[in-house]
């Protein structure tokens, strides 16, 4: 609920299923999970993108 991503979508994300997630969508993952940055930086690089 804190990520505001529907079930379906999250566990899309968990199987790797679908398209690479967007940016927004590891924001909110991140936002939930109350990450610290260092953990958000490796959400990022596990879904694609480069941190700097």
């Known amino acids: 609920m804190l990520s ?12 790797p299923r ?3 997630p967007s940016e927004q969508a590891l924001t909110a993952v991140a936002r939930g999970l109350r990450l610290t940055l260092d953990e ?13």
Not at 8 to 13: H, Q
Not at 40 to 52: A, E, K, M, P, W
């Open 4 to 15: 505001d991503l529907s079930v379906d979508y999250y566990t899309r994300l968990e199987q």
């Open 18 to 20: 679908g398209p690479r």
């Open 40 to 52: 958000r930086d490796h959400l990022f690089r596990l879904g694609g993108y480069v941190c700097h």
